[in-house]
């Protein structure tokens, strides 16, 4: 089991920044991916960015230019720094890892996220 934990969620002007932070703990072997999903009212939950096993990175093109994902392996944790914020980045913002071969999923709670003026 992999719990996950995030935090630096709230509330920001539009062209705002915040930073999410995610630690993950337990049984934390053959990581394949960790990453930041979000889900906006009655939207299905997307995929933001990811780091795969090895270091590549992945984003979505919405947000491409703007978000920065990195790790700390040392301390099981993955940001999401988010810069220029826009309303439509409002959601709830999820962390995600994916374990083992069959990449099974973990998840956190959740944070919000709401970029509004």
């Known amino acids: 089991q992999v719990q996950l934990v995030e935090s630096g969620g709230g509330w920001v002007q539009p062209g705002g920044s915040l930073r999410l932070s995610c630690a993950a703990s337990g049984s934390i072997t053959s990581i394949m991916a960790m990453g930041w999903y979000r889900q906006a009212p009655g939207k299905q939950r997307d995929l933001v960015a990811r780091?795969?096993?090895?270091?590549?990175?992945q984003y979505a093109d919405s947000v491409k230019g703007r978000f920065t994902i990195s790790g700390d392996n040392a301390k099981n944790v993955v940001y999401l720094q988010m810069n220029s914020l826009k309303p439509e980045d409002t959601a709830v913002y999820y962390c995600?890892?994916?374990?083992?071969?069959?990449?099974?999923?973990?998840w956190g709670q959740g944070t919000q996220v709401t970029v509004s003026s």
């Open positions: 995600n890892v994916a374990q083992g071969s069959r990449w099974k999923a973990y």
């Open positions: 780091i795969i096993s090895g270091g590549e990175t």
